[in-house]
């Protein structure tokens, strides 16, 4: 029902990586809204907070943790002034709460699952909370799907080094990093896989490379994803998807939605 993650893998928000579906679009023009960009701010910079006293520094050159946290920050258009007075009052702060990465699973209706990234105090606090969700809004706990049903990754995309660079180039590259694979887009970008527990220092080898890293996450990624193709069963499913969202404890969701 809810894994404990090791320290240094919880990350900001992202997307599934799914293309343009009607889930997809509906996700898109959630966080397009004002309140949404404004939460998902909020979750950002608690997660700083959080980096900083598990790390003990507001220095990103010193914390790898909090600078992957910087380039969320700045990918999802977070003010500049806002980061430093976040890092400035973090560091001055001295009784921060003792905030801890869990996962959480839960089923959705017509075989959808979700895993649930938290960072908390009180786990059972937060459990508690979506447990209210779930019974609300057809969920129900699902132990097991995101190492059964998913496959946890390293994700990082890359502009080319120059407009010839072959992908049998960047393999190369792979190698020398510690990546597990890498792939081209379609649009002619780059993107390497790695596992979680390395996803830091490959960032940090690719970038030492030369490499502009447009994107970067860590995912679970689905190994089959499912289409819903009824207007009234996917309105179900955004309802759950958005009160889960909702909680502050909440830091990143992922789906196995097409």
């Avoid at 960072?119 to 508690?128: D, M, N, P």
Wanted: proline residues 3%; glycine residues 6%; charged residues 30%.
């Amino acid at each position: 029902m809810f894994q404990k993650v090791p320290k240094g893998l919880l990350i900001s928000f992202s997307r599934n990586m799914a293309g343009h579906s009607k889930w997809a679009n509906i996700k898109h023009i959630k966080g397009a809204k004002d309140a949404e960009r404004a939460a998902l701010h909020l979750k950002l910079f608690r997660q700083m907070k959080a980096a900083i006293r598990e790390h003990g520094s507001a220095d990103p050159k010193q914390n790898i943790k909090l600078a992957h946290l910087l380039d969320q920050a700045r990918h999802h258009n977070v003010p500049v002034e806002k980061l430093k007075h976040t890092l400035k009052s973090a560091e001055q702060e001295k009784s921060t709460e003792d905030l801890k990465p869990y996962i959480l699973e839960v089923r959705g209706p017509r075989g959808t699952f979700f895993v649930v990234e938290v960072l908390t105090a009180s786990v059972f606090k937060t459990k508690q909370g979506i447990n209210t969700i779930n019974r609300k809004f057809h969920g129900s706990w699902a132990e097991g799907v995101s190492n059964n049903l998913f496959k946890h990754q390293g994700w990082i995309k890359v502009s080319p080094l120059s407009v010839d660079q072959t992908i049998e180039q960047v393999v190369d590259d792979a190698i020398n990093v510690g990546a597990e694979d890498v792939t081209a887009d379609e649009v002619g970008k780059f993107i390497f896989s790695c596992n979680p527990r390395d996803f830091f220092n490959v960032k940090k080898a690719i970038y030492q490379l030369g490499y502009s890293i447009i994107e970067s996450d860590l995912l679970y990624i689905p190994r089959n994803r499912i289409q819903i193709e009824s207007e009234e069963e996917l309105a179900l499913v955004s309802k759950l998807y958005s009160k889960l969202e909702e909680e502050p404890d909440v830091v990143k969701i992922h789906d196995n939605i097409e």
